[in-house]
Antibody
Framework: EVQLLESGGALVQPGGSLRLSCATS????????MGWVRQAPGKGLEWVSS????????YYADSVKGRFTISRDNSKNTLYLQMNSLRAEDTALYYC?????????????WGQGTLVTVSS | EIVLTQSPGTLSLSPGERATLSCRAS???????LAWYQQKPGQAPRLLIY???SRATGIPDRFSGSGSGTDFTLTISRLEPEDFAVYYC?????????FGQGTRVEIK
């Protein structure tokens, strides 16, 4: 059974930093691209970032480019999102997603999310 | 980026009725890379349909997807109580991948 377990969400002040983690199990982590999708309170879904299976390529939404860094540790089956220079508009539930097969695959499994609140 | 517009915003139906949800793209979706997700309150989204018309693992056959180019449809043939939720479409063929704003299916 595929499992994705996010952690690291917290209340942080504007301008602060946070690192999210996503521990995975139940599939061959090294074979799949992974991603992060966020959902602001009461709002819709927004793709944030993604990374290929080897970690050789990363992609970002314009809204987070230059502030967020996605990475993965294939020896630990874990995905990360380093979030710097946080803004109020980054407040959201952050979901870790596993991609399907292929470079443009859908997000076939989602974690339960970790809440990031940016406020003074 | 490709903008996805879902309609209607809210659909009020009774169990047993048929639900038809629309997703329209601002430009053609590459090779049918269109997915549908279901989200219930307090839960993560769940993949229902990918490739515009293929059901994901474990999804009941009352859910079906159709369409191509810029117009896509999710149909729930007979609504079960557990189907009342918010549904999102997503295009994942062109970067950045984008989502529609969602359609809420509520009990009438």
């Amino acid at each position: 059974e595929v499992q994705l377990l996010e952690s690291g969400g917290a209340l942080v002040q504007p301008g602060g930093s946070l690192r999210l983690s996503c521990a995975t199990s139940g599939f061959t982590f090294t074979s799949y691209s992974m991603g992060w999708v966020r959902q602001a309170p009461g709002k819709g879904l927004e793709w944030v970032s993604s990374i290929t299976d080897t970690g050789g390529a990363t992609y970002y939404a314009d809204s987070v480019k230059g502030r967020f860094t996605i990475s993965r540790d294939n020896s630990k089956n874990t995905l990360y999102l380093q979030m710097n220079s946080l803004r109020a508009e980054d407040t959201a539930l952050y979901y870790c997603t596993k991609r399907g097969v292929g470079p443009r695959a859908m997000d076939d499994y989602w974690g339960q999310g970790t809440l990031v609140t940016v406020s003074s | 980026e490709i903008v996805l517009t879902q309609s209607p915003g809210t659909l009020s139906l009774s169990p047993g009725e048929r639900a038809t949800l629309s997703c329209r793209a601002s430009q053609s979706v590459s090779s049918g890379y269109l997915a549908w997700y279901q989200q219930k309150p307090g839960q993560a989204p769940r993949l229902l349909i990918y490739g515009a018309s293929s059901r994901a693992t474990g999804i009941p056959d009352r859910f079906s997807g159709s369409g191509s180019g810029t117009d896509f449809t999710l149909t729930i043939s007979r609504l079960e109580p557990e189907d009342f939720a918010v549904y999102y479409c997503q295009q994942h063929g062109t970067s950045p991948r984008t989502f529609g704003q969602g359609t809420r299916v509520e009990i009438k």
